[in-house]
């Protein structure tokens, strides 16, 4: 298993035999790639794992992930595809003055679920995932604990 994973439009590639990288000025992101018998100059942008290689005019958007990047991610899916029902708790005490859902409604990944103010402040409590609602557990006007279940996803 290598350092790193490289994806080019959500795909795995390997690096070319043959070829390698170098930067000539990093602090400007141009770097070359070395071949047996040419050479190619790149631009390369970005930070972390998301970057935009400029080649021969052509700007290619790369996903570099670590292998503690690979592991995480691969753990998420894995979690994902076997998830069962889920329990949303209260992340902070405070008073519900909103529930944006009920019983048998289909929510998105990120969707608003309950609004919590806590210290004047309101705060949303989001889907982890998509999914349907089982079961509402909190009503407007009531007041909740850290920790407390808000409602059930399947």
Not at 59 to 78: D, F, G, K, Y
Not at 115 to 143: F, Y
């Amino acid at each position: 298993m290598s350092d790193y994973e490289v994806f080019i439009d959500d795909a795995a590639v390997d690096p070319a035999d043959g070829w390698r990288f170098e930067w000539v000025n990093p602090d400007q992101r141009i770097a070359r790639l070395f071949g047996e018998h040419r050479s190619i100059d790149v631009l390369v942008e970005g930070a972390g794992s998301d970057w935009v290689v400029t080649l021969a005019g052509r700007r290619i958007p790369v996903t570099v992930r670590s292998w503690r990047e690979r592991i995480l991610a691969a753990a998420e899916t894995n979690a994902r595809a076997h998830a069962g029902p889920v329990e949303v708790r209260a992340s902070l005490p405070g008073l519900v003055v909103a529930v944006a859902v009920a019983e048998g409604d289909e929510v998105a990944d990120g969707a608003a679920l309950v609004t919590i103010e806590a210290m004047k402040m309101q705060n949303e409590v989001r889907a982890p995932r998509a999914g349907r609602v089982l079961a509402v557990q909190v009503s407007t006007g009531e007041t909740v604990a850290a920790g407390a279940a808000l409602l059930r996803l399947e």
